[in-house]
């Protein structure tokens, strides 16, 4: 890291990637990071950081899926007890997927918010930069299912739009030890839970003083 890529934790803010129930269920690996999403949304709200919990929503006949996901049915339909997040990621708060799919954000709090995205990519035709830009984020900090698909391809967006960018790896399902050599050669802090909450509560501590 160095002065252009180090994360900036007092202007960063929380994403939660598809950390859906039928996702939860059926990812190996994404119940098990749960208990650190958990801690990482309780220190972010604690410090009045935003969050944003980033969901898909297939619809039932597949159509607005992945091509390679075209063919899936079933899962996180709209409406659907599966599609929504994960126990104790946020307030007990029902996805509104007429809303979501419209493209707009979704407040569940304070500065958290749920919002869909169509592919991969947390970027990929969504407001998020603009969401992000309005509350002056310089950093995102990612958690979430399932690393090789949505947290990388979002870190990847992340970079590419001059973000500083941190992958909570013990919060992320999916992590490998190929991804703690390859995501700090994109200029991406490889942290844990623990890294992180300090460094909010460090920040959060100073700008209270």
């Given amino acids: 890291m160095d002065e252009y890529t180090s994360p900036e934790f007092s202007r960063s803010a929380l994403l939660t990637i598809d950390l859906q129930r039928d996702f939860v269920s059926d990812i190996a690996g994404t119940a098990e990071v749960l208990p650190s999403v958990r801690e990482l949304t309780r220190t972010f709200r604690e410090a009045g950081r ?6 898909r929503l297939y619809l039932p006949d597949g159509s607005n899926a992945d091509l390679c996901r075209r063919n899936l049915r079933g899962k996180v339909n709209p409406h659907s007890p599966g599609s929504q997040l994960a126990e104790g990621i946020a307030a007990e708060s029902a996805l509104d997927p007429d809303l979501l799919l419209t493209g707009c954000a979704q407040q569940i709090g304070p500065d958290e918010h749920i919002l869909y995205k169509p592919r991969w990519s947390a970027f990929f035709r969504t407001r998020l930069l603009e969401h992000l830009a309005e509350r002056a984020v310089s950093t995102v900090v990612v958690a979430g299912c399932n690393y090789p ?16 960018t941190v992958a909570v790896r013990d919060a992320i399902s999916g992590w490998t030890t190929d991804a703690d050599r390859e995501m700090p050669g994109m200029g991406i802090a490889c942290l844990d839970t623990e890294e992180v909450v300090s460094a909010i509560r460090s920040s959060h501590s ?4």
């Fill in 206 to 209: 100073q700008r209270r003083q």
């Fill in 50 to 55: 935003p969050i944003v919990h980033i969901v």
């Fill in 149 to 164: 698909n949505c947290p990388r391809s979002t870190m990847v967006d992340a970079t590419e739009r001059d973000l500083r």
